[in-house]
Nanobody, 120 residues
Framework: QVQFVESGGGLVQPGGSLRLSCAAS????????SGWYRQAPGKEREWVAS????????NYADPVKGRFTVSRDNAKNTMYLQMNSLKPEDTADYYC?????????????WGQGTQVTVSS
């Protein structure tokens, strides 16, 4: 299975931006639709965004549409999540996963995640 290392999280004020990175092991990552997920304290993990293997199609959960952008660089085996106009409700641990689907169904292994805290 593909292994992941997420990074880029931190503390940001409401309205601010962060860019998360997901480094995947192995070039096989490039053949998979991949996704971002998050888990807020006391809640179940939820899907955030997905991108097809070539990057031509993306899909987003309603709470992040228009604010988050998923992208990938297969030459670097890396996926990104640009998060703008952050809100306190975006506070969560963020994870990436592949294989995934545009609808958010994940079937790969989970990494350690990266923590995002949105607070003034």
């Amino acid at each position: 299975q593909v292994q992941f290392v997420e990074s880029g999280g931190g503390l940001v004020q409401p309205g601010g931006s962060l860019r998360l990175s997901c480094a995947a092991s192995g070039s096989i990552f490039s053949i998979y639709t991949s996704g971002w997920y998050r888990q807020a304290p006391g809640k179940e993990r939820e899907w955030v965004a997905s991108i097809t293997n070539g990057g031509g199609r993306t899909n987003y959960a309603d709470p992040v549409k228009g604010r988050f952008t998923v992208s990938r660089d297969n030459a670097k085996n890396t996926m990104y999540l640009q998060m703008n106009s952050l809100k306190p409700e975006d506070t969560a641990d963020y994870y990436c996963n592949a294989p995934s689907t545009l609808g958010g169904r994940a079937s790969g292994s989970w990494g350690q995640g990266t923590q995002v805290t949105v607070s003034s």
